[in-house]
């Protein structure tokens, strides 16, 4: 299996299981489990901000984002939109990019603005 390959299904997969988190998520009671299913948000939130932001370093295009979390955690409609757009997102990518692009490297600033040096591959497999 090629590397392009693995990383469509495993992204597939990413997908299928951020779906299923979320579908379960939205089952808890915020009156009884308020506080863990909060946790679960920012958590979740954490996730999909690191993939936006690793989606923009893989297309040169800036985030926008200063922090690896949001300052207010969206809504938890508005996230499980967001991861799910996301998720479309590199799944489409995943159609788009050729396994010459996956090696190439790609220099960025992290957040905290730290330069780094990564193949696609590399911040594609971070991602997953």
Request: glycine share 2%; aromatic share 10%.
């Amino acid at each position: 299996m090629s590397a392009l390959a693995l990383l469509r299904s495993l992204f597939a997969y990413q997908a299928w299981a951020n779906d299923e988190l979320l579908e379960k998520l939205a089952s808890v009671d915020r009156h009884v489990h308020g506080k863990e299913r909060q946790a679960v948000i920012r958590l979740v939130d954490h996730c999909h901000v690191v993939s936006r932001i690793f989606s923009a370093h893989l297309v040169g295009a800036s985030h926008g984002y200063s922090a690896d979390t949001t300052e207010d955690t969206p809504a938890f409609d508005e996230l499980r939109a967001a991861v799910a757009a996301t998720d479309r997102w590199y799944l489409d990518y995943l159609e788009t990019v050729s396994s010459w692009q996956l090696s190439e490297p790609v220099a960025f600033v992290f957040t905290d603005r730290d330069k780094a040096l990564m193949s696609r591959q590399e911040m594609l497999t971070h991602v997953v």
